[in-house]
């Protein structure tokens, strides 16, 4: 009577166990499932972040290239010739 005792008390046991592996098994499943989903809002964070930093780096370029074609625009040469240099300069004739 004892072995059959011990049987039945060793396959409650095993049952037991099973299901705790089982509970066990669905919460790492859910922990790993979160951790995928943080991992995938994380990567599409930084390449938004990426795409934004490229846009911002888009803008600079073009506003230098704004500002130098609008330097060549305005620019102009003064010469000054070696008398006027020997001579000294007029404040009034100085342009700005």
């Known amino acids: 009577m004892a072995d059959k005792k011990d049987v039945e008390q060793n396959a409650e046991q095993t049952l037991i166990t099973l299901d705790q592996l089982s509970q066990t098994l669905e919460v ?3 922990v790993v499932d979160r951790l995928k989903q943080h991992l995938t809002r994380q990567m599409s964070l ?8 490229k846009k911002v780096a888009e803008a600079e370029a073009e506003e230098r290239a704004h500002a130098t074609r609008q330097l060549q625009q305005e620019s102009f040469v003064v010469e000054i010739s070696q008398k006027e240099l020997e001579e000294g300069s007029d404040p009034k004739k100085i342009v700005h």
């Open 46 to 53: 930084n390449a938004e972040m990426f795409d934004d930093g």
């Open 28 to 30: 790492m499943t859910c």
